[in-house]
Nanobody, 132 residues
Framework: QVQLVESGGGLVQAGDSLRLSCAAS????????????MGWFRQAPGKEREFVAT????????RESDSVKGRFTISKDKAKSTGYLQMNNLKPEDTAVYYCAASPIDYCADHGCWFEYEYDSWGRGTQITVSP
């Protein structure tokens, strides 16, 4: 498993932007995991955790949920062993704890993965609160 640390959360107003970072803090690092994918998930108060976005770590294929498509962009910097989630035009319904995760599954290397069971490493989460 990989130890992950999210950062970049906070309190913003509707329409603002934020960028979350997800750093691998232990070996193996992102750069050594050519078959891994990274994902972002979120959990709002009283709701189940849901998929937000995923990126293949071996290429740049990505996928975003319909609720964030066109507003959120997932990316990576393999040299820094860090993944990112750029969030634009934030809405109050984006308020949640955001988690990054790493997948060790081979087929996730092509297009990422979007189910929680496909990930075995999770960060502790970072809170995003969007006020109206």
């Amino acid at each position: 498993q990989v130890q992950l640390v999210e950062s970049g959360g906070g309190l913003v107003q509707a329409g603002d932007s934020l960028r979350l970072s997800c750093a691998a803090s232990s070996r193996p690092t992102w750069s050594t995991l050519s078959t891994y994918a990274m994902g972002w998930f979120r959990q709002a108060p009283g709701k189940e955790r849901e998929f937000v976005a995923t990126i293949s770590w071996s290429n740049s294929n990505t996928r975003e949920s319909d609720s964030v498509k066109g507003r959120f962009t997932i990316s990576k910097d393999k040299a820094k062993s860090t993944g990112y989630l750029q969030m634009n035009n934030l809405k109050p319904e984006d308020t949640a704890v955001y988690y990054c995760a790493a997948s060790p599954i081979d087929y996730c290397a092509d297009h990422g993965c979007w189910f929680e069971y496909e990930y075995d490493s999770w960060g502790r989460g970072t809170q995003i609160t969007v006020s109206p």
